[in-house]
């Protein structure tokens, strides 16, 4: 999903909100759960950092997600080096071949095939790109 975030915002020209960058960083260390309430307690999709305190460093720690994010967002610059090479279709294309379905809304609620589950899929138009002559993989 984090690495969801640049191939959305390049589809969909749309960006996002993060709001749980370091939400009780403490507990979420040791535990999953990022918002309780009397009645309701959620694991949501996890922090970006986590306080090093809680393991001993004076700097925060990075996690899976922040880095998969910025793995995403590295993705939407290929995109547009791509299209400033080969216009914007191409990169599109490319792109379309990953995500599926317009992921916002009612629509893409309980909906698993958003995008190809498979990250070697992923990879390979990175890989494409970086090569100088993307084809639909």
């Given amino acids: 999903t984090n690495r969801a ?11 996002w909100i993060e709001w749980e960058f370091d939400w009780n960083a403490f507990a979420a260390w040791y535990e ?3 918002f309780k309430e009397d009645s309701r307690v959620y694991n ?3 922090l970006l950092i986590y306080r090093g305190e809680v393991m001993g460093y004076n700097e925060p720690i990075p996690s899976i997600r922040l880095k998969a994010q ?6 939407y610059e290929y995109f ?11 990169a599109d294309r490319l792109v379309n071949g ?4 317009r992921p916002f809304g ?18 390979a ?12 993989p």
């Fill in 44 to 46: 949501g999709s996890g």
């Fill in 98 to 101: 990953i995500v599926h379905a």
């Fill in 5 to 15: 975030i640049g191939w959305i915002a390049w589809k969909y020209q749309s960006g």
């Fill in 70 to 75: 910025r793995r995403g967002l590295q993705d």
């Fill in 106 to 123: 009612r629509q893409s609620i309980g909906n698993t095939n958003l995008w190809n589950p498979n990250p070697e899929a992923w990879d």
């Fill in 125 to 136: 138009v990175r890989r494409l790109i970086a090569s100088g002559n993307p084809q639909t």
């Fill in 80 to 90: 547009q080096l791509l299209a400033t090479k080969q216009g914007k279709p191409a």
């Fill in 32 to 34: 999953a759960e990022n």
